[in-house]
């Protein structure tokens, strides 16, 4: 495909459980994003990835959650013990190169999150 | 990376211009002013990104002040489409670890038949 492409699109889970959101970024694209949306707000970073190496995971909000890129495409955010505060959109975005500065990030149109 | 201010709404008549305003009174010399718009239930998409001189493509133009301390997105046409919330972001130029984007709350355009 041609964009940023999320799935799945909506995930329902109990407090308490462990979810997988998956992203696959532009075929090519080294940087790859993750970011965290909660309702009525901006978008929030959580994490960096430059091809397999998590350069950034300073937004990460605990250590419940976890990602991770181990080809350098594909990218997964994993979320253990899931609690009700971590219901929110979690959006990937995928740029062409970190060098190329002012390369534009392209966004996925995310996993919509809730926790019961 | 610099702080910006946004109205947190506007409204534009279809056909008109709309000209969506942004402050960077902070802004530093090696930070781009970036636009991005969400609408409802998509992710975020890129507009168009200016360092100091004004920017055009397909979708908008950008208009810097010379201070670099504002700037104006601008609609020239909206359609009912553009209803949206827009993000104006600074960001540093010349890092190498990645460059997050730093959303604050944007400005909700809707656009009236």
């Known amino acids: 495909g041609a964009g940023v492409s999320q799935s799945p699109r909506y995930k329902v889970a109990k407090r308490g459980q462990d979810v997988a959101l998956r992203c696959d970024p532009i075929?090519?694209?080294?940087?790859l994003f993750w970011y965290q949306q909660a309702l009525g707000q901006g978008p929030e970073f959580l994490t960096y990835f430059q091809n397999e190496a998590q350069l950034d995971k300073s937004g990460l909000p605990s250590d419940r959650f976890f990602a991770e890129r181990p080809e350098g495409s594909v990218s997964t955010l994993k979320i253990q013990r899931t609690q009700q505060e971590d219901s929110a959109v979690y959006l990937c975005a995928s740029s062409l190169t970190p060098q190329e500065f002012n390369q534009p990030q392209h966004f996925g149109d995310g996993t919509r999150l809730s926790i019961l | 990376d610099a702080k910006t201010t946004q109205p947190p709404s506007m409204d534009c008549a279809e056909g008109r211009a709309a000209n969506l305003p942004c402050n960077h009174s902070t802004i530093s010399g090696n930070e781009y002013v970036y636009w991005y718009r969400q609408i409802h239930s998509q992710g975020p998409q890129y507009i168009i990104h200016?360092?100091?001189n004004n920017e055009t493509n397909e979708m908008a133009s950008l208009i810097i002040t010379e201070d670099r301390k504002s700037s104006t997105l601008i609609l020239p046409h909206a359609t009912l489409r553009d209803t949206a919330v827009y993000y104006c972001?600074?960001?540093?130029?010349?890092?190498?670890?990645?460059?997050?984007?730093?959303f604050g709350e944007g400005t909700q355009l809707t656009v009236n038949p």
């Open positions: 972001i600074v960001r540093v130029a010349w890092e190498t670890s990645g460059s997050r984007l730093t």
């Open positions: 200016g360092l100091k």
């Open positions: 075929s090519g694209h080294v940087s």
